[in-house]
């Protein structure tokens, strides 16, 4: 299975939105809502942002949201803090097995 | 509330096999939909996606790795047992343990904090 292809990076000032993308195929993000994020500090374990395309677990600043178009998923976060400068994983589940992305690191300006 | 915490070798050699516990607490492996997963992460490089068992017992494989994965579950000890054969080099990685809570869900919630395996001879 290949990984599911994200930016390498995006950048952008706080205040701002940035929107980072996942595309897959139809075996894949296009073929479940099963799309999740993760958000990982250096040194730290990833942590759940994003699950079923959209949903947002308990705790989670609403700041985050996610949406999905054919077989690309996208991660958007607005009003960017300082404390959301770190790497961002996507995931999808393939029909018998999960695939991540190749991750994209969000630098705050 | 939930936790995970892997356990294991931190340096094996090359060719030699790899076992990994997860231990969890406060969920049980008998809850229909649940499922724990393993995941890793070379230094520098992105998650991948390793293997997962059902409560069920219902066990997925990464399609590349399938050949050298065997995942196992001990409800009565709360432990996911992971081995992987033939370890080389490039296995070096951080390896982690989540929980995945049902099949709405479909994703890993809590993960545990997560081991470094080296593979050198």
């Known amino acids: 299975q290949s990984a599911l292809t994200q930016p390498r990076s995006v950048s952008g000032s706080p205040g701002q939105s940035v929107t980072i993308s996942c595309t897959g195929t139809?075996?894949?993000?296009?073929?479940?809502?099963?799309v999740s994020w993760y958000q990982q500090h250096p040194g730290k374990a990833p942590k759940l942002m994003i699950y079923g395309v959209t949903k947002r677990p308990s705790g989670v600043p609403d700041r985050f949201s996610g949406s999905k178009s054919g077989n690309t998923a996208s991660l958007t976060i607005s009003g960017l803090q300082a404390e959301d400068e770190a790497d961002y994983y996507c995931?999808?589940?393939?029909?018998?097995?999960?695939?991540f992305g190749g991750g994209t690191k969000l630098i705050v300006l | 509330q939930i936790t995970l915490k892997e356990s294991g070798p931190t340096l094996v050699k090359p060719t030699q096999t790899l076992t990994l516990t997860c231990t969890f607490s406060?969920?049980?492996?008998?809850?229909?939909?649940?499922?724990v997963g393993w995941i890793r992460q070379p230094p520098g490089k992105a998650l991948e996606w390793l293997a997962l068992i059902y409560w069920d017992d219902d066990k997925r494989y990464s399609p590349s790795l399938k050949s050298r994965l065997t995942i196992t579950k001990d409800t009565s000890k709360n432990q996911v047992v992971l081995t992987m054969t033939n370890m080389d080099p490039v296995d070096t990685a951080t390896y982690y343990c989540?929980?995945?809570?049902?099949?709405?869900?479909?994703?890993?919630?809590?993960w545990g904090q997560g081991t470094v395996v080296t593979v050198s001879s």
């Open positions: 139809s075996s894949d993000v296009g073929g479940y809502n099963y």
């Open positions: 989540a929980h995945r809570p049902t099949v709405t869900w479909n994703a890993f919630d809590i």
């Open positions: 995931c999808s589940y393939a029909g018998s097995f999960w695939v």
């Open positions: 406060e969920f049980s492996l008998n809850t229909s939909g649940v499922g």
